[in-house]
Nanobody
Framework: QVQVVESGGGLVQAGGSLRLSCAAS????????MGWYRQAPGKQRELVAT???????NYADSVKGRFTISRDNAKNSVYLQMNSLEPEDTAVYCC?????????WGQGTQVTVSS
């Protein structure tokens, strides 16, 4: 059973920074793409950023230039450095890890940005 666990959320003032971490474990297959998604109250879940095992990245337009995704393949871990946070970034941030046989989600971590 693949487990995905996030950490690093919290409360921060607008303009501040947070770093989210996510680790996947228990997979029989290699972890391919890892990514961060978020869901704000009353809104649909949206992609924030993804990174392949080769290091190719993809970002939502709303976070380009402010957020940076990175990963450590040896640890099956992915990180999201979030700078210049805005109240609109407030959401539950969920990590996803994909393998050849499926996609796995963590429980999510709350990020709250106060104005």
């Amino acid at each position: 059973q693949v487990q995905v666990v996030e950490s690093g959320g919290g409360l921060v003032q607008a303009g501040g920074s947070l770093r989210l971490s996510c680790a996947a474990s228990g997979s029989r297959f290699s972890i391919q793409t890892m990514g961060w998604y978020r869901q704000a109250p009353g809104k649909q879940r949206e992609l924030v950023a993804t990174i392949t095992s080769e290091g190719s990245t993809n970002y939502a337009d709303s976070v380009k230039g402010r957020f940076t995704i990175s990963r450590d393949n040896a640890k099956n871990s992915v990180y999201l450095q979030m700078n210049s946070l805005e109240p609109e970034d407030t959401a539950v941030y969920c990590c996803q890890a994909t393998t050849l046989v499926g996609a796995y989600w963590g429980q999510g971590t709350q990020v709250t940005v106060s104005s």
